[in-house]
């Protein structure tokens, strides 16, 4: 007879399940802007990579964390949500990518938690959101898998970070063990920005980086890319 798990412990094990990058989401296929950003010689070395995250982290903080808190908070109400934060992400490249990422993040949930409330969430269910864009459906998702607010908010933002620097090191900008460095370097603004960012309401969801914004934008017109975004 197996032996029953500690409620603790089962969201130890969930918590690093999601964080392992074995969780196939289709984050890894997005750049951030970043590629953009290395052709045209924004960012060119590790010193160079440190202040784009820093910048990426911040921004992330005062815009998509807060449709993460808001669609944890209030699952039920993911359809408005997801159309807030719809037109929230004007830029054409980015808002791709959302889309892509929520609905891989669905249909990955679906089938490796099998739960009802995550079925729903997929296209004709009946929670199924218009758009599916990360953030909101990433907040809705670990609800229902019982994770707790600052848990998830965490997560996400370690998520973004992993994805950035996962494609710096394929861009060539750093090495696999320096791009763990300037991870870990960077632990203490997560934490910060979380801080900042966990009560920010969704009506005071703000892009703080522009530049960024436009890299992001930029990645459409390069010549050759490695990342759809």
Do not use: K
């Not at 750093?174 to 900042?196: C, D, F, M, S």
């Amino acid at each position: 007879m197996t032996p029953a798990v500690e409620p603790t412990a089962a969201a130890d094990w969930l918590l690093w399940q999601l964080a392992d990058s074995a969780f196939p989401t289709g984050g890894f296929a997005h750049g951030g802007g970043l590629e953009a950003a290395w052709q045209h010689g924004e960012v060119r070395n590790a010193a160079d990579l440190q202040s784009f995250l820093a910048a990426a982290l911040h921004q992330i903080a005062a815009g998509p964390l807060c449709f993460v808190t808001a669609g944890h908070r209030e699952p039920a109400g993911l359809p408005a949500l997801d159309h807030r934060c719809d037109a929230f992400t004007n830029n054409h490249v980015a808002n791709r990518a959302s889309r892509l990422q929520g609905r891989a993040l669905i249909a990955t949930a679906d089938r490796v938690f099998a739960l009802p409330a995550l079925r729903a969430l997929r296209p004709g269910g009946a929670d199924a959101p218009p758009c599916g864009h990360l953030a909101p459906v990433f907040g809705v998702v670990t609800r229902v898998l019982e994770l707790t607010q600052a848990a998830a908010g965490r997560l996400f933002l370690f998520w973004q970070l992993r994805g950035l620097t996962s494609g710096a090191v394929r861009l060539g900008v750093v090495g696999p063990l320096e791009a763990q460095a300037i991870q870990y370097q960077l632990t203490p603004l997560l934490e910060t920005v979380w801080l900042a960012g966990r009560d920010v309401p969704v009506a005071a969801a703000a892009q703080t980086a522009p530049l960024l914004d436009l890299w992001q934008g930029a990645q459409d017109r390069l010549y050759s890319r490695l990342f759809q975004s």
